[in-house]
């Protein structure tokens, strides 16, 4: 049999008590000097690839979002058309904190001839991309054609308006349109119709880059990972140099991993997407000094789709009786705990366009007005009007404003309206939205680009169809409401083509009192954007398109 070899315990207590006592006082002293050691010895971020970078002009910035692609001929998202906004240039772009557009590789707003359908950019020199290869005239041609021939998720922006684009000079750009779009030039500042190289890239439906990028911004790409995503400031960027060394995206799998993280420090700017209770906390924080607070209204709206095929939402009645019963400062108040801002159009309040109709047609929370209606309509306590109320499953907010909206007409409307509520996977409702599966739905909608029109003819324009048959095929039909009005579709068309910008706002104002009456959407709230971000960074700036010019982003602690 193998001897077992003696435990250290019982080695201890076969020791003589001197021993015993004079061992323990060692142990005793070398622990006391490890705990000194540890103490005065630095501690070490243990997520060095991501961790705050105030040392070396690094700027950290977390997210919970994911760019699926970096290509720009298929980016749609909100998070990749960030990045893409700071890697890359467009042809214009939006003045900081308003929707003036300006020239950015255009030295110019374009010439705009007679019939509205050709327009002429000259063409910034001196402009290189990131590896190296001039930019000129051609190269945008290249990039235009690129982003319609490629057939990405955004090919259909400029698909479906632009007839030809061609370098008519070294420095000169010619851009012919199918028919008038009078807001053609803020369609060119989306994020995805940005300048890419001739020599990296290729033109070819499907044949994307999406883990690379090569334009003529004021950063370069250099490295796409899982979860951090590397910017260096481009050294020979032709205009406004960053203010810091480079960005660092570090993407967080949940809010709260975001939202520890910016407190315990190791980021230096959270943004997107802190829940409301988070939010409300980093506020808190803010006001006592601990850290900043950078807000400001967005342009994403919040809305109540109504499919007017559906019963009994194919009576207007109904309908207006919906939106007669929103109550928005209870929304405000309940749901999104004051964090938003009423909105009583389909155009945001950011828009010097916008008419706060609902308002003046309906009131707020006007249940009188709602009883009325469903009354009208001939509903009563024993046959009431009974209306699906579906929204995502996976917005914790969009599911706490079915539970206000359904106590509100359970307590004030007096048996007259039967709200059912249901939920279902956000991307599972996209899919079958324009098949007419969903009477309601709760809605979010992020512009492409900042005009008035995009917050119009994407909901309201349909092609085919008619008013008893509800659109066919359109703008209405694929948003899921079925929307058909003559008079909507000729208004549209009249604002697409006005070059003059206060007949065109008279349009917009009867558009937005048919929509208050025909009522195939109801607005609920616009999105304010919360930024929160170390002291000590400056100049964090944001555009009412919800991106963040990285490259103004000053240190004053590096």
Same mark, same amino acid.
Request: with cysteine; aromatic share 12%.
């Given at each position: 049999?193998?001897?077992?070899?003696?435990?250290?315990?019982?080695?201890?207590?076969?020791?003589?008590?001197?021993?015993?006592?004079?061992?323990?006082?060692?142990?005793?002293?070398?622990?006391?000097?490890?705990?000194?050691?540890?103490?005065?010895?630095?501690?070490?971020?243990?997520?060095?690839?991501?961790?705050?970078?105030?040392?070396?002009?690094?700027?950290?910035?977390?997210?919970?979002?994911?760019?699926?692609?970096?290509?720009?001929?298929?980016?749609?998202?909100?998070?990749?058309?960030?990045?893409?906004?700071?890697?890359?240039?467009?042809?214009?772009?939006?003045?900081?904190?308003?929707?003036?557009?300006?020239?950015?590789?255009?030295?110019?707003?374009?010439?705009?001839?007679?019939?509205?359908?050709?327009?002429?950019?000259?063409?910034?020199?001196?402009?290189?991309?990131?590896?190296?290869?001039?930019?000129?005239?051609?190269?945008?041609?290249?990039?235009?054609?690129?982003?319609?021939?490629?057939?990405?998720?955004?090919?259909?922006?400029?698909?479906?308006?632009?007839?030809?684009?061609?370098?008519?000079?070294?420095?000169?750009?010619?851009?012919?349109?199918?028919?008038?779009?009078?807001?053609?030039?803020?369609?060119?500042?989306?994020?995805?119709?940005?300048?890419?190289?001739?020599?990296?890239?290729?033109?070819?439906?499907?044949?994307?880059?999406?883990?690379?990028?090569?334009?003529?911004?004021?950063?370069?790409?250099?490295?796409?990972?899982?979860?951090?995503?590397? %910017?260096?400031?481009?050294?020979? $960027?032709?205009? =406004?140099? !960053? #203010?810091?060394?480079?960005?660092?995206?570090?993407?967080? &799998? /949940?809010?709260?991993?975001?939202?520890?993280?910016?407190?315990?420090?190791?980021?230096?700017?959270?943004?997107?997407?802190?829940?409301?209770?988070?939010?409300?906390?980093?506020?808190?924080?803010?006001?006592?000094?601990?850290?900043?607070?950078?807000?400001?209204?967005?342009?994403?709206?919040?809305?109540?789709?109504?499919?007017?095929?559906?019963?009994?939402?194919?009576?207007?009645?109904?309908?207006?009786?919906?939106?007669?019963?929103?109550?928005?400062?209870?929304?405000?108040?309940?749901?999104?705990?004051?964090?938003?801002?009423?909105?009583?159009?389909?155009?945001?309040?950011?828009?010097?366009?916008?008419?706060?109709?609902?308002?003046?047609?309906?009131?707020?929370?006007?249940?009188?007005?709602?009883?009325? %209606?469903?009354?009208?309509?001939? $509903?009563?306590? =024993?046959? !009431? #009007?009974?209306?699906?109320?579906?929204?995502?499953?996976? &917005? /914790?907010?969009?599911?706490?404003?079915?539970?206000?909206?359904?106590?509100?007409?359970?307590?004030?409307?007096?048996?007259?309206?039967?709200?059912?509520?249901?939920?279902?996977?956000?991307?599972?409702?996209?899919?079958?939205?324009?098949?007419?599966?969903?009477?309601?739905?709760?809605?979010?909608?992020?512009?492409?680009?900042?005009?008035?029109?995009?917050?119009?003819?994407?909901?309201?324009?349909?092609?085919?169809?008619?008013?008893?048959?509800?659109?066919?095929?359109?703008?209405?039909?694929?948003?899921?409401?079925?929307?058909?009005?003559?008079?909507?579709?000729?208004?549209?068309?009249?604002?697409?083509?006005?070059?003059?910008?206060?007949?065109?706002?008279?349009?917009?104002?009867?558009?937005?009192?048919? %929509?208050?009456?025909?009522?195939? $959407?109801?607005?609920?709230?616009?999105?304010?954007?919360?930024?929160?971000?170390?002291?000590?960074?400056?100049?964090?700036?944001?555009?009412?398109?919800?991106?963040?010019?990285?490259?103004?982003?000053?240190?004053?602690?590096?």
């Amino acid at each position: 049999m193998v001897k077992q070899p003696q435990n250290l315990w019982n080695r201890f207590q076969n020791l003589h008590p001197s021993s015993r006592k004079l061992l323990m006082q060692w142990i005793s002293l070398f622990c006391f000097c490890c705990l000194i050691l540890i103490s005065c010895t630095p501690h070490q971020p243990s997520n060095q690839s991501a961790s705050s970078s105030s040392n070396n002009g690094r700027i950290t910035i977390g997210t919970t979002l994911k760019p699926r692609t970096l290509d720009p001929a298929d980016a749609y998202e909100l998070m990749s058309g960030n990045i893409l906004y700071n890697l890359g240039d467009r042809l214009y772009d939006y003045e900081l904190g308003t929707n003036q557009l300006v020239p950015r590789l255009a030295t110019a707003l374009p010439t705009i001839s007679s019939d509205g359908l050709t327009y002429t950019i000259p063409i910034r020199e001196g402009v290189t991309f990131h590896d190296g290869t001039a930019f000129n005239a051609a190269a945008m041609e290249f990039s235009i054609q690129r982003f319609i021939q490629n057939a990405g998720s955004p090919s259909s922006l400029l698909a479906d308006a632009v007839d030809t684009v061609q370098a008519t000079g070294e420095y000169e750009l010619t851009i012919k349109l199918k028919k008038p779009f009078s807001a053609f030039p803020s369609l060119l500042a989306f994020s995805g119709i940005t300048a890419v190289s001739p020599q990296f890239y290729e033109i070819g439906e499907g044949k994307f880059k999406p883990n690379e990028f090569v334009g003529t911004g004021p950063y370069k790409l250099q490295s796409f990972g899982i979860d951090v995503i590397r %910017l260096d400031a481009f050294e020979n $960027y032709w205009g =406004e140099k !960053p #203010a810091n060394t480079g960005i660092d995206i570090q993407r967080f &799998s /949940s809010s709260s991993n975001l939202f520890n993280s910016f407190r315990s420090g190791s980021i230096d700017v959270a943004y997107l997407s802190l829940n409301p209770d988070q939010i409300s906390s980093l506020q808190k924080g803010a006001k006592k000094g601990d850290w900043q607070e950078i807000s400001a209204n967005g342009n994403t709206i919040n809305y109540l789709l109504l499919n007017v095929k559906s019963e009994p939402l194919n009576r207007i009645e109904v309908r207006q009786a919906l939106a007669a019963l929103i109550n928005r400062a209870v929304i405000n108040e309940r749901v999104l705990q004051n964090q938003g801002e009423k909105l009583y159009s389909l155009i945001p309040t950011t828009f010097t366009d916008y008419q706060p109709i609902f308002n003046l047609k309906y009131g707020d929370g006007n249940i009188e007005k709602a009883k009325q %209606l469903l009354t009208q309509a001939g $509903y009563t306590p =024993e046959n !009431p #009007a009974t209306v699906e109320l579906w929204y995502a499953s996976n &917005s /914790s907010n969009k599911g706490f404003l079915g539970l206000t909206l359904k106590a509100l007409a359970d307590r004030d409307l007096g048996g007259l309206l039967d709200l059912q509520l249901n939920s279902v996977e956000s991307t599972t409702a996209f899919k079958y939205l324009e098949e007419g599966i969903y009477p309601t739905f709760v809605l979010d909608w992020y512009a492409d680009f900042l005009d008035a029109d995009n917050y119009i003819q994407p909901f309201l324009d349909c092609s085919k169809g008619s008013a008893e048959t509800g659109c066919e095929k359109g703008a209405s039909q694929y948003q899921g409401s079925f929307y058909y009005s003559d008079r909507m579709n000729k208004l549209i068309a009249q604002e697409r083509q006005e070059q003059d910008p206060q007949t065109r706002k008279a349009i917009f104002e009867e558009i937005q009192k048919l %929509l208050a009456e025909d009522v195939p $959407y109801v607005p609920l709230w616009q999105d304010k954007t919360f930024i929160f971000a170390k002291n000590g960074l400056e100049n964090i700036r944001l555009q009412l398109t919800q991106q963040i010019p990285f490259w103004t982003i000053k240190n004053s602690n590096s």
